[in-house]
Each structure stands twice: as C-alpha cells, then as structure tokens.
C-alpha cells in the first residue's frame, strides 16, 4: 500500500506544491493548516510521516508535534523560516525524524521523506500484490493494476486512489471527508457526498459478478470501508492452493 503523508502547513501555494510533489510520487496524502486538525488525523489516519510547519495560526507546531508523538509511532519532519542551531535542536529533541528550513526545494523534501520511510517502514519490501477475500479482489502497487474475480479492472485515478485508501486499512471505518480529502484535496470545492458517486461507480467494476461478495461496505451515517480482509501470503515453501 502507498505511504500516507500528513501536511500541516498554512500557506496555502507550499501545501499545494508539496501535495503535487507527493502525489507525483505515488504517496498517499492528506493536508491541512491547522494544527488542531492535524491532531485529530494523526490519531484517526494515521499517516507514515507528517510534513509539520511550526508556525501555525491555531497552535504552536511545537506542541502539535508533542500531541503526535503522544499518540502515534509517526514520523515528523519539520518545516520551518527558524535557522538557528538551537531551534533545529529543540526540533530534533521533540521527536523530529528531520528538520527542514524555508525556503526548501520540493525535489530536496520528497527525498527525505523517501528516506526516512525507507528506515522506519522499508517502504519498497513489499514484493508480492495486495490480494483480498482469498483473491477475489488483487490490487498490483507496481504494475498499477487491478484484478476483480480474475479479470482486470480498468479504474480512473480517483478510483484508483478511493480503492486503495480502503484497502491500506481493511475493516477500519473512512469517513467522507477523510475519502474526499485523500482523493481529491483539502482544498477541493465539491460537497463531500461527491464521494458516493464514485463509490458507486468503483462498486460496479469490482463487484460486477452475480454472486460477488461485497467489497465495499457502507457504514450509515459515517462513510465507508473495505469489507475483504487481506489474504495471508503462504510461508514460504507451502505448497499453493
């Protein structure tokens, strides 16, 4: 499954630049310029990393970063005008992975993050596709293919980004506004029910099959989730089957 980022940054042209980065480089991305929010998602989505600004209009970064560490094992990089020693210090000793100063060229961020997730998650181990309800849904990272019930699934992006949201935490429950901010943007202007439609039209490429078991299951009042848990891959030398 892609690397989830988390952006809290309250310049509006840096999260965009940032986000498009990202996305350029198949990670997964949430962003906001709050730092009450960015709490609030770092326990719910619990994102691989988080790009932190430590200068926020509602919060101090320093503390959003304490709140984080507080609650999730996610990595930080900081970003940040200060460029003294000690501030770089006092990053690094609230938990910091990495410490960024502005301004920054986004080649240069992206490389970090790769780097930091490469120490904390080994991010390129995974060799085998994703398979779920024992193969009846098979989604390829590599290849960017999907696979319904042995036949492959032409998706669009958004698709493609909505299916694989679900899939990175099978059984957990995903809000609209968390799909809609994952597949479209913190920014994006449409109403957040936008996401049933494509929910639906997901629905119909991948549960196309008379007696195909539910994949995508609705949770009334709150969003969606992927129903298949994902398949145990065989020790190795055990026979297939």
Known sequence: MPASVLIV???RKIRDLLRASLEHEGFSVL??????????????ARPDLVLLDLRLPDIPGEEVAREIRASAP???MMLTAKT??????????????????KPFSPREVVLRVHSILRRTRALDGEEEPASYAD??????????QITAHGVPVELTATEWRLLTTLAAAPRR???????????????FDGYERTVDSHVRNLRHKIEREPRSPVLIETVIGIGYRLAATRDTAPS???PAG
Request: zero cysteines; a negative charge.
């Open 9 to 11: 940054e309250d310049e």
């Open 31 to 44: 962003s906001t310029e709050s730092g009450a929010e960015a709490i609030a998602l770092a326990r719910t």
């Open 74 to 76: 996610t990595a930080i």
């Open 84 to 101: 003294e020693i000690a501030d770089r210090i006092r990053g690094l000793e609230l938990g910091a992975d990495d410490y960024v100063t």
């Open 135 to 144: 193969r009846e849904l098979v989604i390829d990272e590599r290849q960017h």
């Open 173 to 187: 429950v995903f809000s609209r506004y968390e799909l809609i901010n994952r597949i479209r943007g913190y920014e």
């Open 236 to 238: 190795p030398g055990a």
